[in-house]
Structures are given as structure tokens and as C-alpha cells.
């Protein structure tokens, strides 16, 4: 579903995150605190980083579950319980430049920073290397592939998926501005005709999976090395995100059949990238 096309940095969130505090979980009060609402709004839910990974000469699907499943079982042991992680590979595409991401998850930068120290220090990469010798590749010369970003989530999922083993999608737009436009024209979309929708749209066929993320680049996106799609600059990289990939076709469909409008209030505000699909599977979960 191409819900929103999105741009700009801790403006836009703020109103997208006002726009969709009316739009809860439908299990739940439709009350909204407006005090979440700011919270969400103001600071980042966790800090992610993609890291571009390439196959080697011995990647197969067996080698490259086992490689992953290593890394997981390494990484817990140095005692990293709140990272998450997740492969994902294009769906529909491909790129040059990698043959699918690394999606580390954790709760904050200082997390990122004191996590890479350690797993610098820890060996894990030379095991690897020597376990899965010319099976994959990750992060480029001395980590140079390894883009980070602020997320910021102003509301969850009206249900989760349910298995932890489902295939789930994101889709990334890399998004910015149109000259003239501001935070207000944004706002008027959001919280009119584009929450219309939403409501609707769950209203008709119940709890869903979907989510959305605003991913704010903790790097000079003018600099350094891009993958195919990704525009010279942006702003930020809007993600539309289902934890259930086979619910996705229904959006889809809904947004074919009523959302062209409401497209075009958007694009009228913004210009954005093609959606770049992936699929997504955990990879490590966080330990509770």
C-alpha cells in the first residue's frame, strides 16, 4: 500500500505522529493521550542500520541460514539482548551494489556505539570468516556500507503477526519537499482525507499488521556510495511495513480503489523515490 509519501525531518514526524495518534489499535479505546502523542513525536523509538551484504562464490541458502544463525548465537553471548536483526532481500528488483541488507536493530545510538566496540573486539567477524569462508560479504571496506538512521514511530500495529517465523515486507521510499511546501501542507493531508482512509480502511476489514516508520538519516545522504533508486539527496526514507507480507495485497487493493486522490494531495507536497521492496525474516530477536 503506497499509503504516504513523506518528507522532511522532525517537522513532518511531529505532525504525522499528531495526524496519526487518532488512528489506534482498533482492539483498544479510540481515546488518544495526547501526551504519548508528544513523547512519540519527540524522540527516536530505536536507532537502525542497514548493512550492504554480497554473496561469495560459496553462498548458498543453506550456508548463508547457517552463517546468520552463528552470528546470532555470537552476538547473544556478548550479552547484547536488546538487538534485533533481520535479513532482507529486494522483492521485484535487484541492486549492484548488494545481494540483500542486514537490518541491525537497536534501542539507541549509544547502544550502536558501545555494541560496535565490543563486537570490533570480540572476534566474531574472523569466526565467521573462517566458518563460512567466501560466503558472504557485509559492510564494505572497513564498514564504509553501513548506513545509519533515527526512527521514529508515532504508533504500533493494530496486530502483530502471527508467527515469528512469518515473512513480512518494508518498503522504502527516500523522500523530500517540494519547493514552496512546508510542514503545514502536510498536516492538511495527514489529518484530513489520508486518516480518513486509515480509519476506513481497518474499520472494513479489521486489525492489520501494517505500520509505518519515519527513518531519519544519521549521515550526509549528498556523500558517499548510493544503490540504484536512492536520489542524490533527501530528506528522509519513509517505510511502509507489513508484519504479515500476505496482507499487503488487500492495502494494495483498498489504496488502488480509493486513494488516487489523496495520492495526488501528497505528491503535490512531496517528491519521493519508487517504493523499494523487501522481504523481511528476523534473524535475532530481542531477549526478554
Known amino acids: 500500500m503506497n499509503i504516504i509519501k513523506l518528507g522532511s525531518v522532525m517537522a513532518v514526524f511531529s505532525l504525522v505522529a499528531c495526524g496519526q495518534g487518532v488512528n489506534q489499535e482498533n482492539t483498544k479505546s479510540a481515546a488518544v493521550d495526547p501526551q504519548e502523542v508528544e513523547e512519540a513525536a519527540s524522540s527516536p523509538a530505536r536507532y537502525n542500520e542497514f548493512v550492504w551484504c554480497s554473496n561469495g562464490e560459496n553462498a548458498t541458502a543453506d550456508n548463508l541460514v547457517a552463517r546468520d544463525a552463528l552470528w546470532s548465537e555470537s552476538v547473544s553471548e556478548l550479552g547484547m539482548d536488546e538487538l534485533m536483526s533481520a535479513n532482507l532481500k529486494p522483492v521485484g528488483w535487484s541492486s549492484e551494489s548488494f545481494d540483500s541488507l542486514t537490518l541491525l536493530m537497536w534501542p539507541d545510538k549509544d547502544a550502536r556505539n558501545a555494541g560496535w566496540i565490543t563486537y570490533q573486539e570480540s572476534g566474531i567477524e574472523e569466526k565467521l570468516n573462517e566458518n563460512f569462508a567466501g560466503v558472504e560479504i557485509c559492510g564494505g571496506v572497513d564498514w564504509a556500507n553501513v548506513y545509519g538512521f533515527d526512527v521514529y514511530q508515532p504508533r504500533q500495529a493494530s496486530k502483530q503477526s502471527s508467527t515469528e517465523d512469518a515473512i513480512a515486507y ?119
Open 170 to 288: 518494508a518498503g522504502y521510499q527516500f523522500c523530500s519537499f517540494n519547493e514552496g511546501n512546508k510542514a503545514a501542507d502536510l498536516r492538511k493531508v495527514v489529518m484530513g482525507s489520508y486518516t480518513e482512509f486509515l480509519q476506513e480502511f481497518e474499520t472494513e476489514v479489521g486489525p492489520t499488521s501494517y505500520n509505518f516508520l519515519v527513518q531519519i538519516p544519521d549521515f550526509d545522504a549528498a556523500v558517499g556510495e548510493r544503490h540504484n533508486g536512492v536520489p542524490p539527496q533527501f530528506d528522509l526514507m519513509w517505510t511502509n511495513f507489513w508484519g504479515d507480507k500476505t496482507e499487503k495485497a488487500m492495502g494494495d487493493k483498498a489504496w488502488a480503489e480509493s486513494g488516487a486522490s489523496i495520492q495526488e494531495s501528497f505528491d503535490a507536497v512531496m517528491t519521493c523515490s519508487d517504493e523499494q521492496g523487501y522481504d523481511l525474516t528476523i534473524t535475532k530477536n530481542r531477549k526478554v
